[in-house]
Structure formats: structure tokens, C-alpha cells
């Protein structure tokens, strides 16, 4: 299942390799697997969710106002 979420944003071909850059990424990219596992205002997969987030501005909002009530 781990396997399943990193190739989701495909960590592996990242040529991100210099001073704090690998850890930043890693970072925004867990924030953003937890907020689609959060979001259930559509039933998708992790690849749908985040194509729909990269095309649809509304959708991205959505998701912003769910990180916004994790705090």
C-alpha cells in the first residue's frame, strides 16, 4: 500500500538531490496525500484526486479550506 502513494507523485524519478530540497518535497508531498485522503467530497482514486487538483482550481480550494480545518 506505501508503495501505492509514492508512486502516486512518482518520488522516484525526482532529480531533487541538493541541500534541503529532498526533505521539503517529502514534506508538501505527505500534506498532500493526507489532505486527499481527507477529502470526501469525491469517491477517487489518489491519481484522479490529484489530477482533478492540478486542473481544477475549485477542487484545489476545497482541499485548502479542508488543511485549514486540520489546525
Known amino acids: 500500500m506505501y508503495w501505492a502513494l509514492d508512486m502516486t507523485f512518482r518520488e522516484d524519478e525526482s532529480r531533487i538531490c541538493k541541500a534541503q530540497g529532498p526533505l521539503v518535497f517529502n514534506v508538501m ?40 480545518k486540520m489546525r
Open 29 to 68: 508531498r505527505k500534506i498532500a496525500i493526507a489532505l486527499f485522503k481527507q477529502d470526501n467530497t469525491k469517491r477517487a482514486s489518489m491519481v484522479a484526486k490529484k489530477k482533478r487538483a492540478g486542473l481544477d482550481d475549485e477542487y484545489r480550494s476545497i482541499l485548502l479550506e479542508l488543511e485549514i
